[in-house]
């Protein structure tokens, strides 16, 4: 079993930062894809990002790319996501996500076999 742990989340005012950690730990394999959806209330759950077991690949939903970029630790069972001029639209809570694949792009959740418990960002106007 695979388990992610999220951290980094908070309240930000609109215009500010926040940075997202998650840890994965248990039964991986060599190479993983890790990324971030995010679910706001009343809403459906959306793709954020995605980066590839090595980091050299990356994917971005339209309306985070430029503000938001996803990177992988030295360690390759972490992922952090750093999110600059947060507007009230990215409140969310924001899950990690793992892929037992090297690349991933697929903005459905169903291509993704880990999840974490999620952390909430809150981004006021």
């Known amino acids: 079993q695979v388990q992610l742990v999220e951290s980094g989340g908070g309240l930000v005012q609109a215009g500010g930062s926040l940075r997202l950690s998650c840890a994965a730990s248990?039964?991986?394999?060599?190479?993983?894809?890790m990324g971030w959806f995010r679910q706001a209330p009343g809403k459906e759950r959306e793709f954020v990002a995605t980066i590839s077991w090595n980091g050299g690949s990356a994917h971005y939903a339209d309306d985070v790319k430029g503000r938001f970029t996803i990177s992988r630790g030295n360690a390759k069972n972490t992922v952090s996501m750093q999110m600059n001029s947060l507007k009230p639209e990215d409140t969310a809570v924001y899950y990690c996500v793992l892929a037992r694949v090297g690349y991933a792009s697929s903005r459905s959740q169903d291509d993704y076999d880990y999840w974490g418990q999620g952390t909430q960002v809150t981004v006021s106007s």
């Open positions: 248990g039964r991986t394999s060599d190479n993983f894809a």
